[in-house]
């Protein structure tokens, strides 16, 4: 058998673990107590991993707040200290089964999704909702709504999923993209209906009405942006992308992320090797009073849904979205086509009406982005390039061809 057919068979294999996994949701729970590797001093953020002193300062400002959020420090400035003086252990969310949207930080209190794939058995890990804190902002209104969280309404998300008996993910997902989602950036169908789905749930714990009414303002898009379905969906996609790891001689990524510095991609066949490039700044529309030199490198975690083939890949599902990110229906259509060039399988339970019902296309093959010179399309948020601010936009991406030309460079070396 060729070089080719050997990868290109061993891609097959990655895809339909991807497509055939199957996250459920199982628990809300604090960090410590689930995420594997996770201490007291840790400190989780998105992207490959980076030091300290290489940081964007959105995620800087993010380490700051978990650092009030923990009540190791009472103000900004003292957490900026602690941050520095190496009493804290960075390391990366997906070392750890985890992702986190933007700066994604996750510390030890902070209350996480936890999804568990019944079919391959792993389980990954998202923070429940951290606020303002995924662009950066340390100000202590951020830090309360977390608190908040923490403290009031995930007691009565964890007993409602435990009364629920889990909550299946896929079918949830499949609903979404069919009442107008992508789930990456839109993910106002997707929230609501799992607020819908937790409701008689919820009642059914032994919650006061006061306990209750603060959990269902929660999850009935309480929050202006409609974001809990994007932290459901990065959990999820997360689990069927670790069930597509270490399949030997395959081409296919198993994990995108950025950091606000460098985009990095893992690849199946090829462990838990980051391959990395410059992150580029998105182009899109911005929240007013900021502008595109506001802008910070893209960042986040997030790139992990078009991973798994939605998102971007899945763009025709939700032309609404372009008026978020910029453009026209018709360019949701294409970038969803032109995906199909640089993947190597189609999800028949992820299906795109607009396009008679075919499948989303699903794992990047290194190979066909390099032969092609097409980039995986991502939508994405935008932080602000200062710490102290909430989230300034949203729009598209692509990562840097440098990351498929390092993986490739491997993965012919691997064959040698």
């Given amino acids: 058998m060729s070089k080719s057919a050997i990868i290109s068979e061993a891609n097959q294999e990655a895809a339909k673990r991807m497509i055939t996994a199957h996250p459920v949701l199982v628990d809300v729970a604090p960090a410590i107590k689930v995420i594997p590797g996770m201490t007291e001093r840790t400190i989780l953020h998105a992207g490959p991993p980076i030091e300290w002193d290489r940081m964007c300062n959105a995620m800087k400002g993010a380490i700051q707040a978990a650092i009030l959020f923990e009540g190791i420090a009472s103000s900004p400035e003292e957490a900026l200290k602690i941050a520095k003086s190496g009493k804290v252990i960075f390391e990366t969310n997906h070392e750890h089964q985890a992702v986190g949207s933007m700066t994604g930080v996750t510390s030890p209190s902070m209350p996480v999704w936890v999804v568990k794939d019944t079919v391959y058995g792993n389980s990954a890990y998202q923070a429940l909702d951290i ?86 303002d929660y999850l009935a898009a309480g929050k202006p942006s409609e974001l809990i379905g994007i932290f459901l969906s990065m959990v999820s996609c997360k689990v069927a992308c670790d069930a597509a790891k270490n399949v030997k001689n395959s081409s296919v990524v198993t994990a995108m992320s950025r950091n606000g510095v460098e985009f990095g991609i893992k690849v199946s066949g090829l462990g838990d090797v980051w391959f990395t490039g410059p992150s580029n700044v998105p182009k899109g529309l911005y929240h007013p009073p900021y502008r595109e030199e506001n802008a910070n490198p893209d960042i986040g ?56 019902f075919q499948g989303t296309p699903v794992g990047i093959d290194v190979r066909k982005v390099v032969e092609t010179g097409i980039l995986p399309i991502i939508d994405t948020g935008i932080a602000h390039k200062e710490a102290g601010h909430p989230e300034i936009g949203g729009g598209l991406v692509r990562p840097p061809m440098e990351a498929f030309n390092k993986a490739l460079k491997a993965m012919s070396e691997e064959f040698r």
């Avoid at 789930?183 to 006061?208: I, Q, Y």
């Avoid at 294409?334 to 995906?339: D, H, P, W």
Wanted: glycine share 10%.
């Fill in 131 to 216: 606020g303002d804190f995924a662009g950066g902002n340390f100000h202590q209104k951020a830090v309360q709504y977390n608190l908040m969280v923490r403290d009031e309404v995930a007691p009565v998300l964890k007993a409602a999923i435990m009364e629920a008996k889990g909550i299946d993910m896929k079918i949830w997902m499949s609903k979404a993209f069919h009442m107008g989602d992508e789930l990456h950036n839109r993910c106002a169908a997707g929230t609501n209906l799992f607020a819908k789905m937790m409701m008689p749930n919820l009642v059914r714990t032994d919650f006061d009405r006061e306990s209750l009414v603060r959990a269902a």
């Fill in 301 to 356: 975690d997030s790139a992990i849904t078009e991973t798994r083939g939605v998102g971007g890949f899945i763009i025709a599902t939700s032309p609404a979205i372009m008026g978020f990110v910029g453009g026209i229906a018709r360019d949701a259509l294409n970038y969803t086509l032109e995906m199909g060039a640089i993947t190597v399988a189609k999800d028949p339970e992820f299906t795109i009406p607009a396009l008679d």
